[in-house]
T-cell receptor, first 112, second 113 residues
Framework: QQPVQSPQAVILREGEDAVINCSSSKALYSVHWYRQKHGEAPVFLMILLKGGEQKGHEKISASFNEKKQQSSLYLTASQLSYSGTYFCGSFIYGGSQGNLIFGKGTKLSVKP | DAGITQSPRHKVTETGTPVTLRCHQTENHRYMYWYRQDPGHGLRLIHYSYGVKDTDKGEVSDGYSVSRSKTEDFLLTLESATSSQTSVYFC????????????FGPGTRLTVL
């Protein structure tokens, strides 16, 4: 049920691009993306909803393929500040309200 | 930052003792969550609340209980702490609906000896 993220880790030089993927075995209502820096709390980046609506970050883009139950996060012209662990979360209806199930994360390191 | 605080921020306790962690929010959000974070596992949902006295279990709820007697406070209790509950615990709220973005508190690092 936990979404699968790939790659598990990636190392970039400043200015390079990266793609982080998230796939689920369950039908997705929405996909969330968060970034967590070492020793800090996760921070919301973006939500992608069924039907293509997207809410979130100005400098990071993402896609959501409902049929394939996949989402990808695109980090272009990476900056040192992009370093951290990126988590996707898939919203699944269940229980009384539904909730987010997070992937295990992708660690991104941006070097000068 | 959605006005979320957690207390204590750090705690060391011994196996078998009860522990209560507190999450406090100042903006009257309906939905509140408790997660634990362990290396290699990401964030895992323990319990969540969708209103005063309304709570439900998450994927790793065994050994934990919660209470929400006021909108602003969501308490997580470990009735009898075990070493496997050593973790970082995050509280979160979602804005507007369960499917909306979540904002996290600063976390509590709990060590059970």
């Amino acid at each position: 049920q936990q979404p699968v993220q790939s790659p598990q880790a990636v190392i970039l030089r400043e200015g390079e691009d990266a793609v982080i993927n998230c796939s689920s075995s369950k039908a997705l209502y929405s996909v969330h993306w968060y970034r967590q820096k070492h020793g800090e709390a996760p921070v919301f980046l973006m939500i992608l909803l069924k039907g293509g609506e997207q809410k979130g970050h100005e400098k990071i883009s993402a896609s959501f393929n409902e049929k394939k139950q996949q989402s990808s996060l695109y980090l272009t012209a990476s900056q040192l500040s992009y370093s951290g662990t990126y988590f996707c979360g898939s919203f699944i209806y269940g229980g009384s309200q539904g909730n987010l199930i997070f992937g295990k994360g992708t660690k991104l390191s941006v070097k000068p | 930052d959605a006005g979320i605080t957690q207390s204590p921020r750090h705690k060391v306790t011994e196996t078998g003792t009860p522990v209560t962690l507190r999450c406090h929010q100042t903006e009257n959000h309906r939905y509140m969550y408790w997660y634990r974070q362990d290396p290699g596992h990401g964030l895992r949902l323990i319990h969540y609340s969708y209103g005063v006295k309304d709570t439900d279990k998450g994927e790793v709820s065994d050994g934990y209980s919660v209470s929400r007697s006021k909108t602003e406070d969501f308490l997580l209790t470990l009735e009898s702490a075990t070493s496997s509950q050593t973790s970082v615990y995050f509280c979160a709220i979602s804005v507007g609906g369960a499917y909306n973005e979540q904002f996290f508190g600063p976390g509590t690092r709990l060590t059970v000896l």
